[in-house]
């Protein structure tokens, strides 16, 4: 158990910097997982941005999103955490929870205009997404969700659907496993994109109920989603790699040439091409 | 012959990085080339994204698609290899095929709007492209093309031309070579955005078919062909080098300084420019 | 207080290289700062483009815009300080000014639009972002602000906003700190993005004016103001690590192997791929 | 003079790949100097792309467009060079010419669209930019220009401009320098880019005659223009540095360890982490 809970912490933490990685949250924007064993509890990182998350920053709560062990000091929590809560309580199907304010998909939440399935990666959002505002059930807000009603209020929008579309804010997803919740987050948003180029070239042709259907079925099988993960995690982990190899090599102790000619390498680039000649 | 073929296995995984590093194809999307010496046999990678396909990930096939060896334990085949199987036996002039979703070329087949040469380089995708519709022949489907049918279908389509758009789906572009491939997909895809921009500026002047042809012929000359594989090899090449290099620099053994400093090392770009002062 | 004005040195030369990474600014655009214990006096980085900009850059003046220490040889002053000196005597509560030319805050400078808060994040402009025109009160000029008259003029339209857009030029953005400053410049931007999409989709619903207060209250929180502030530096420092080890690498004595292999390295990537199998 | 010449060719090559960092150039488009000491000649790089040229591969022809000296074994010549003899022949003023088909200008040149200066940046390309067509004087051709007689009609429609649109090709710029013509070439395609945006939004306010002109004079002094250029060439000598070291590290002899465990490292960054806890 104590390795199943460690792999999906170090799973979610990936998650979390895939989705910085791939454009769908920036300083905001979070994802959750349900427990491994315990459905009554969910694992999400403590108050910060995706792209800095590590397996160490994953905390537990119950589906009241309260913590269920004490905060370490200086450690904040996620004001919307009732997102995630409120859907684990309403949804025992659903594994996982992502909620973002993706460029791709925010004119859609903007323009209250309905986002439909338009390739077959699309599909996987489903054949309709709902649109939830808070401005209906509780007036001029921030906005932002921090109260249990305001989270149970939007996860009877999700109803029995995938994905939920938040006017003036951004949106939900849902799914039966972290990879899912990616896949169907990544590739909405990409299908949103498409949505409006198509819509500028004048006609906007959707998947019919059918080929939704059979879409989704057919890319989230096991392959494709495997595909998929694979390919965003080598990119984030290329990209961290670069980045701790050089901060590697900046830590190493004085005696090393790295900081001392740093000063005058001036320009470096050009310095080793002319040598070349 | 072995050199050739471990030549061309080079070129063919060398062809898929490119394209995901130029954005034609992300995880999804592939391509393939006729057997050097074997015209009833084509190489193709195994299930994978393009971004991580190697040489030793490219298979052989009949033109059936069936496997000519026998598949690694763990290695899946693409579900759409029937597009290029039988794309080679309808065409034993084409030598090279890619099949993708690119965001450029997605509103299109998405709008069912006609793309057309807007520049001397788009020029290389031919007059007029076809529009090929998986529920004309075969009805609400996943969309994906997996039986023998939807591939011949699909070739029936695209005719003599070289580029065939998919309603909902993507675009398959065919080439006497890879490297004819890999141009045509990529221009096509930069013609696709430049007449979407021309067209939100209110007016796309297409080439006459006079243009066409010339434009076409004088950029698919080798010169120009090696200057643009040249330039793309080139920018793929640069990025795996410094990934290489940093996966290579963190294996360092512990007695190297690499992993542990790493841990304190907050803010090194900082420190490195305070020690300068 | 030399430590306090040490630590605002690194501050505001960090917020310039974060503008710079994040697309608000390029060659041109600058951030200043009120000095921390001298309300009669700003710092701003020498004549030079903000990603260059490190702490021994920023220079000290008066709020009349006259530098207090005699300028170091060869080093310019920006043009446009006149707008940084004038807001911070027409705004005591200003502690810090932006001034860009960002691609997506342009589009409304040059159309005469009116930008709107679209979500929560954006609403930090505020709900309506007054329009100067430097037509109006000089006629046609090079649309740069040099003199003290443009500068008050430029204050003067700001008047108790935290932002203005200056016809056919660009923005100027003031807040309570840099961090605010800098989280009100690039969110204003993403802002104006979505608008922009959320326009050609056919509809754009703003915030109303009690959201615009509560959304602007929640984020200007110390809370959500360091999350994004700590992504931001994570994100220009990795790439500024990776840089700063290359070019120290580079530098190393010629006893090192880096300068040699280096012309006959072409194609290190593919040899590295190569020595696997 | 051999100094002069030499540090001609490096800031051609350098000029060369700012502009493929900057997106004005891909595997196609060039820019030329007129030799410093013979206004009857002018310098080139080989036929190949501009983010590959280095010093090495300049050439030098007469305003015949004739080679000055022997070409190099295997080396080719581009075959638009007519546009810069032409330019430089009927221009004694202009002593550097861009030629390319940036994505930002392209749609201009494909809807007939007049480009108009909307920020003051943009005012460095000059009230207005004429439009030139192939067609008009030689009817369907394959758009690229290789004889005399095409350069000499675009270097009449260039006329005492700076800046020329062709219609489903390109642009061609010209300038005092390598640095004024690389700057305007970056700031005319900003220009472009922004110009199409304003219009989504519904209004393009250009800049009247007198601001195009103080503009212009203003942002062409020295001061601003070496505020670019130091900035563009920052940015293309930090990523060639970062390649630079990795292709170095890479080429490393097999004693270093950078080569062996590069096998095994399959995913050295979440390794790396899991390290530190």
Same mark, same amino acid.
């Given at each position: 158990m104590a390795d199943s809970l460690a792999a999906i912490r170090e799973e979610l933490s990936l998650a979390n910097r895939i989705l910085a990685h791939e454009g769908i949250v920036d300083a905001f924007g979070h994802i959750s997982v349900r427990h491994p064993t315990d459905p009554g509890r969910f694992l999400i990182s403590r108050h910060r941005a995706p792209e800095l998350v590590? $397996?160490?920053d994953i905390l537990e709560y119950t589906l009241?999103?309260? $913590?269920v062990h004490p905060t370490p000091a200086g450690w904040r929590h996620y004001g919307e955490r009732v997102i995630h809560g409120c859907i684990f309580q309403a949804r025992p199907d659903v594994m996982a929870v992502c909620h973002h304010h993706a460029p791709a998909m925010m004119p859609y939440a903007i323009a209250r205009a309905a986002v439909v399935p338009v390739f077959h990666l699309g599909a996987?959002?489903?054949?309709r997404v709902p649109f939830w505002d808070s401005r209906d059930d509780f007036g001029s807000t921030a906005l932002v969700l921090t109260k249990p009603e305001e989270g149970r209020s939007l996860a009877k929008a999700l109803g029995q659907g995938w994905m939920v579309l938040m006017g003036r804010h951004g949106a939900t997803v849902a799914g039966t496993s972290i990879r899912q919740t990616v896949f169907r987050s990544i590739y909405s948003c990409k299908n949103a994109e498409l949505q409006t180029q198509a819509r500028l070239l004048g006609h906007v042709e959707a998947l019919d109920a059918q080929e939704v259907e059979l879409a989704a079925a057919y890319n989230l099988r096991p392959g494709p989603q495997e595909r998929a993960w694979d390919y965003w995690a080598k990119r984030v982990q290329d990209a961290e790699a670069v980045v701790a190899a050089g901060k590697a090599a900046l830590a190493k102790p004085a005696s090393a040439s790295a900081s001392r000619p740093a000063a005058k390498a001036k320009k470096p680039a050009a310095k080793a091409k002319r040598r070349k000649r």
């Open positions: 590590s $397996p160490q009241d999103t309260e $913590p996987s959002m489903g054949l």
